[in-house]
């Protein structure tokens, strides 16, 4: 590889200085490292091929942070909007009154069971206490329509 580690390192000036130059040529430029002298002539070359593949991979990896980022300051400043807007949209499930009809006794407040030869049992419904209705689980019983970050999961309560 390239670099200064696995070099080829000239230990001693003896074996540059001692060999006879023509006149007029320069001796090969030395780098003094600590104790160890670096010819320039003992450094490999670096000869990094780059072909087209490379380059579209390193456009496509800067094109992916690009766009992950941007859609991380997209989000935020979409959230800044939203909370400074007034929310006055009534919520889709319960038509912005809070509360919905309880899905067991269907409104009633009283649950039947046909216990057979015509025999009917009324009990109180247990999930809605009788009263017919349940908070709304989109709005959370505020009648507004939530913002998109702070709906909840439905959750089947079955």
Do not use: H, K
């Amino acid at each position: 590889g390239c670099g200064l580690l696995g070099i080829g390192i000239m230990l001693s000036r003896s074996s540059v200085s001692s060999a006879r130059r023509p006149l007029g040529t320069t001796r090969p430029r030395t780098y003094t490292s600590g104790a160890v002298r670096l010819s320039r002539r003992s450094l490999p070359r670096c000869r990094a091929e780059i072909d087209i593949e490379t380059i579209a991979a390193g456009a496509a990896a800067l094109a992916g942070v690009a766009v992950g980022v941007g859609g991380m300051v997209w989000m935020e400043t979409q959230t800044d909007r939203s909370n400074e807007r007034e929310n006055d949209q009534a919520c889709f499930v319960c038509a912005g009154t809070g509360s919905i009809d309880c899905r067991y006794c269907e409104g009633e407040g009283v649950v039947r069971v046909d216990l057979g030869n015509g025999t009917v049992e009324e009990s109180t419904c247990i999930y809605c206490d009788g009263r017919g209705s349940i908070t709304c689980t989109n709005c959370n019983g505020s009648g507004l329509q939530p913002r998109f970050l702070d709906r909840r999961e439905f959750v089947d309560d079955d």
